[in-house]
T-cell receptor, first 114, second 114 residues
């Protein structure tokens, strides 16, 4: 079974631009979560999608948005980029996102904002 | 306010000795606690979990201990191996809602010295 695939692996953007990151979950997994990893902060929860619906959202500004398609693939978008948005963005999938399920993470997209 | 804390950013241990990684939490409503391991340039992978109704869970060289009264858990790795060198994230989850996000701590970087 293929793992969680995130594209692109690296991105360099400048302040004010917008960016779209993509995540393909493990086949059969319907829940997709997004996390931001920065040094010293660990993994900060952005949002979770299930069946194209956002079920939970973290404490991030509205510049961060996401969506999920009918095939469970997900995208997240960051508009009006700021220097502080530089981070590793991780996507994780799980079968249903209910109960206690292991999260399966992709390798992440490293975003650098200059 | 960080609900899951890992107060040691880094830890160095000799090969063959015990590694003890600590985690504290503030929310007494957490139902499950999980440990994830992350190598550079890879996403985190699930390692071991423990229910809040238990005080110990063991899986091979890895044991997690939970002290609910102290809101503290620890991961013991015995014996430590160089391949265990990675960042370890403590995480917690409640089961009150149909979906609840997994909350991660900031991580502890473990170096096992040959």
């Amino acid at each position: 079974k293929a793992g969680v695939t995130q594209t692109p692996r690296y991105l360099i953007k400048t302040r004010g631009q917008q960016v779209t990151l993509s995540c393909s979950p493990i086949s059969g997994h319907r829940s997709v979560s997004w996390y931001q990893q920065t040094p010293g902060q660990g993994l900060q929860f952005l949002f979770e999608y299930f069946s194209e619906t956002q079920r939970n959202k973290g404490n991030f500004p509205g510049r961060f948005s996401g969506r999920q398609f009918s095939n469970s693939r997900s995208e997240m978008n960051v508009s009006t980029l700021e220097l502080g948005d530089s981070a590793l963005y991780l996507c994780a999938s799980s079968p249903s996102g209910t109960g206690v399920e292991k999260l399966f993470f992709g390798s992440g997209t490293q975003l650098s904002v200059l | 306010d960080q609900q899951v804390k890992q107060n040691s950013p880094s830890l160095s241990v000799q090969e063959g000795r015990i590694s003890i990684l600590n985690c504290d939490y503030t929310n007494s409503m957490f139902d499950y606690f999980l440990w994830y391991k992350k190598y550079p340039a890879e996403g985190p992978t699930f390692l071991i979990s423990i229910s809040s109704i238990k005080d110990k869970n063991e899986d091979g060289r890895f044991t997690v201990f939970l002290n609910k009264s102290a809101k503290h858990l620890s991961l013991h790795i015995v014996p430590s191996q160089p391949g265990d060198s990675a960042v370890y994230f403590c995480a917690a989850q409640t089961l009150a809602a149909s979906y609840d996000k997994v909350i991660f701590g900031p991580g502890t970087s473990l170096s096992v010295i040959p």
